[in-house]
């Protein structure tokens, strides 16, 4: 049984990172219905820049992490102003193309500037806030069980990042006029939101959430320009899991998707399935949800009058 | 027995423009003079068989998204099933060639039709993810069931291809090689299929998918069974895909698991949006742009002494071609196409030698808009990436990196997937 909560507790750690990646994807979606192929590829690039920022700064963790969100989410806002505004209102496979050419943009201009061997890339360092200290120290041990530090910060950084979007969308007024954007963009305009600028800061605050998630993947995979491609194709999944639309959907599908990923990797027989086929069985489970609940566990079904 | 779809006029001419490029200039080029710089060497013949190989998949997969509004993103894996059919019935079981590329069609398009099934419950993105589900599985299955499929090391398919016909040497003085041979025998497999798919695109077949497309009620109301037809449309398109899969085995003579990754599927995708949608001819102009456009960069500028551009940026060049293909032709290559027909036919005179010229200078202009297009796109990515650096640091040089298409992707079936994975690909547990 210790076992078992060990690999339930490393899947929920997984499973947060691709919830962070998902719930990007979910923002930007919900705004503007364009799946963003370039997202973990977005982040990759971040994350690159906040390396290069890093050794500016000598190496101080925490000058660097709040200058590589908002580097981040101004790379993500000029994104959608200058390739993906043009397309706006676009069949939704032109997108989809202009996001894969993205993609290949950011993904080579990375690996042609930051060419060599994979970075190692810090976990975020301990800090003494009130003379407590956060980030620090071994490992955390619950029963038989034990938290190693980055995934218990993956898993604070998520819900951390959850709750202040949660405050951000309900209670500022800047939150309720993209809401009302994502809603409907005709009324919205009318009422003298900026429909145009509401998106831009859509992408912008996708970017960042994006980044976050890279600058937690970096210290487990090394920093290369190919660490966020399976990061995002869960994330996709997780997005998907949780219905597209909705934020905590993307959360509680990556959580789902990272514990079940594990438990079939470790629990299955290993003549037929066993950990080479934990994907495969991962996706199989997805799509008998979705068979049952087709826009996902909290997508809500879109009603067309014809 | 139903007849053939009247050819049109200007469908002949294209494909006779094709045609003739595909079949002569490409691999007789080495005996024609020093004219362009996009010629010569011989494995421009074996490239002319792949891109014939990706236009057959195009095709099929144009049919299902751009005729019936299925998108798909794992085509991939239906291209694997026709490849791994044909390869195996080849090399285990000795069946000759041309029987294992239908039996790879049939195999795949029965497959197709048990993936349409579930998928008339999904659209839009929730069926993207689900294809995309297939892609990314497929490597994964191909390496894991060994005793079938030979595992990670693949499959060496030599086909047993009866040689070229006495009569081309005896009455056009001409030896084929078996590259060349090879690219006639893809390309009457292509031919057949192109004319299949007009004329499927132009029966009642086609019009009840293009009805389901527009509106899935209206065409009900029409008296048109969209769960039929919508599954009909599945089958069909990974029956195309699997009859290119066993073109592919016998045109690279090697299959493995990781061929049929998830870059194929996108690059399919790709294809069909940037050829045009819905246009069969599209689907042709497309697969050729996506081998031509990122070797541009190479053919163009590194004639020039001095010049020598990183293969990574040829790839970010292709991206940006993308970008503003999408922008600025969001029809695509063939929409491209027609809007230049017709513009130039609206000022010759309406006569039939008015629209040849038309015709002749509308795929000059497609041709040149295009080149136009790209070397723009390449002269601002340059300078773009040239000027100082702002927060860079890497020194600059080249890396062994084979486009970012192939090899980030290559790896997407595992998790977290980074160079560092090679290692840990015998301990996947151990990856944290």
Redesign the interface.
């Known amino acids: 049984m210790a076992d078992f909560w060990q690999q339930v507790v ?1 899947g929920l750690a ?1 499973g947060s990172l691709y919830g962070l990646m998902a719930l990007a994807l979910v923002l930007i ?1 919900r705004s503007t219905h364009v ?1 963003n ?1 370039a997202q973990g590829e977005m982040a990759m690039f971040s994350t690159f ?1 906040a390396w ?2 890093l ?2 700064v000598d190496n101080h963790y925490w000058v660097m992490f709040p200058l590589a969100v908002l ?1 981040a989410a101004a790379l993500g806002g000029l994104t959608e102003r200058v ?1 993906v505004r ?2 706006e209102g ?9 996001t ?6 950011f ?3 990375a ?6 061997r ?1 970075k190692p890339f810090p976990t975020p360092p301990e800090i003494h806030v009130a003379g407590l200290k956060f980030f620090g120290g071994d490992a955390l041990h619950v029963g038989p069980t034990v938290i190693n530090y980055h995934d218990l910060t993956i898993m604070v950084f998520a819900a951390l990042i959850m709750v202040a979007l949660y405050l951000f969308f309900q209670y500022t007024s800047l939150g309720l006029a993209m809401r009302a954007t994502a809603h409907n963009p005709v009324a919205s305009r009318l009422m003298g939101i900026r429909v145009g600028r509401m998106l831009t800061i859509g992408w912008a605050l996708s970017a960042a959430v994006g980044a976050v998630a890279g600058l937690l ?1 970096a210290p ?3 920093l ?4 966020m ?3 995002l ?2 994330a ?2 997780a997005a ?1 899991l949780g219905g ?1 639309d909705s934020p905590v959907g993307a959360i509680v599908g990556g959580l789902i998707i990272g514990v079940s ?1 594990n438990l079939v ?2 629990y299955t027989p290993q003549e ?1 399935l066993g ?6 069985v991962t ?2 489970i ?2 008998v949800v ?2 049952v609940r ?3 566990i909290f997508g809500r079904r879109a009603l067309r009058r ?1 | 027995m139903r007849r053939l779809a009247p050819l049109r006029t200007s469908t002949v001419v294209i494909f006779g423009v094709l045609a003739f490029f595909l079949l002569w200039w490409i691999p007789f080029s080495h005996v024609l003079p020093d004219v362009v710089p996009l010629r010569f060497a011989p494995y421009r013949t074996l490239e002319a068989s792949q891109v014939a190989v990706w236009v057959i998949v195009a095709v099929g997969l144009n049919i299902l998204t751009g005729f019936n509004g299925q998108i798909s993103l794992g085509h991939g894996a239906f291209v694997a099933i026709g490849a791994y059919t044909a390869a195996i019935l080849m090399v285990d079981h000795g069946w000759p060639f041309w029987t294992t590329i239908i039996a790879g069609g049939v195999l795949a398009g029965g497959v197709g039709f048990l993936v349409g099934v579930p998928a008339l419950r999904l659209t839009g993105p929730y069926l993207a993810m689900a294809t995309l589900g297939l892609a990314l599985a497929t490597p994964q299955v191909l390496s894991k069931y060994e005793g079938l499929t030979h595992g990670n090391q693949g499959i060496n398919v030599r086909p047993e291809v009866p040689p070229p016909p006495a009569f081309i040497k005896d009455w056009f003085g001409l030896s084929l090689s078996r590259d060349e041979w090879m690219w006639f025998l893809v390309l009457s497999i292509v031919l057949i299929m192109l004319v299949l798919a007009l004329n499927i695109v132009r029966s009642r077949i086609g019009r009840a998918f293009v009805a389901i497309r527009d509106s899935e009620i209206a065409a009900q109301a029409m008296g048109i069974s969209v769960p039929r037809y919508k599954t009909m449309a599945f089958a069909i398109s990974a029956f195309y895909a699997g009859v290119a899969g066993g073109t592919y085995a016998l045109v690279h003579e090697y299959i493995a698991p990781e061929n049929f990754n998830i870059t194929m599927s996108m690059n399919l995708l790709t294809t069909i949006v940037i050829g045009g949608l819905a246009s069969i001819l599209g689907s042709v102009l497309g697969a050729i742009g996506l081998v031509v456009v990122p070797e541009l960069p190479e053919l163009v500028f590194n004639r020039i002494p001095g010049v020598n551009i990183p293969v990574e940026l040829s790839w970010a060049f292709y991206g940006v071609v993308l970008i503003l293909i999408m922008i600025f032709a969001p029809y695509g290559l063939a929409g491209l196409f027609h809007r230049s027909v017709r513009w130039v036919s609206s000022w010759t005179l309406r006569s039939r030698a008015g629209i040849l010229v038309g015709l002749v200078v509308g795929v000059a202009t497609t041709m040149v808009v295009g080149f136009a297009l790209g070397l723009v796109a390449f002269l601002v990515t340059t300078a773009w990436v040239w000027a100082p650096p702002l927060v860079g640091v890497g020194a600059r040089g080249y890396s062994r990196w084979i486009g970012a298409l192939t090899s980030p992707l290559a790896s997407a079936g595992e998790t977290e997937a980074g160079p560092e994975d090679q290692s840990s690909q015998d301990h996947p547990d151990a990856e944290r």
Do not use: Q
Not at chain 1, 111 to 116: E, H
């Open positions: 490393v997984t979606y799946l192929f820049l290069s920022i050794i500016r580097v390739v043009p397309v676009a069949p939704i496979l032109n997108i989809v193309i202009v894969l050419g993205l993609y290949a943009i993904s080579n201009v690996s042609w500037r930051w060419i060599g994979p993947i487990i995979v090394l290369t320009s190919a660490m491609v399976g990061a194709l869960y996709f999944a998907v597209l990923e990797g470790a037929w950990p080479e086929m934990k994907l495969t996706l199989c997805i799509l979705l068979l087709p826009t996902g014809v």
